[in-house]
Nanobody, 117 residues
Framework: QGQLVETGGGLVQPGGSLRLSCTASRMITSTFNMYTMGWYRQVGNQRELVATITSDGRTNYSDSVKGRFTISRNGSRKTVVLQMNGLKPDDTAVYYC?????????YGQGTQVTVSS
């Protein structure tokens, strides 16, 4: 039930775009729709919030990605997408999809994003 599978990482030049997708394929739709879904990123041992989206569609972004990244979700497909535009070298990290209810948070296995010329 808990599996989250991320796709869409890769290498991109500064200023480019990537689209990360996360699918909760083993979760029933009603359960998926209960969770706040999100994306985190990690460099070394530091993991930070990138964006979250609640079950009713409210979004939250870190200051470093506001205006460049967009998070969205599709309940029927059980997916959450992070559209990343205007990428910078500082965005290089492993990106993790997350699901959360209260203090209970679960992460996927992550996908590498590298921004470099």
């Amino acid at each position: 039930q808990g599996q989250l599978v991320e796709t869409g990482g890769g290498l991109v030049q500064p200023g480019g775009s990537l689209r990360l997708s996360c699918t909760a394929s083993r979760m029933i739709t009603s359960t998926f729709n209960m969770y706040t879904m999100g994306w985190y990123r990690q460099v070394g041992n530091q993991r930070e919030l990138v964006a979250t989206i609640t079950s009713d569609g409210r979004t939250n972004y870190s200051d470093s990605v506001k205006g460049r990244f967009t998070i969205s979700r599709n309940g029927s497909r059980k997916t959450v997408v992070l559209q990343m535009n205007g990428l910078k070298p500082d965005d290089t990290a492993v990106y993790y999809c997350s699901r959360q209810i209260g203090s209970d948070i679960f992460y996927g296995q992550g996908t590498q994003v590298t921004v470099s010329s």
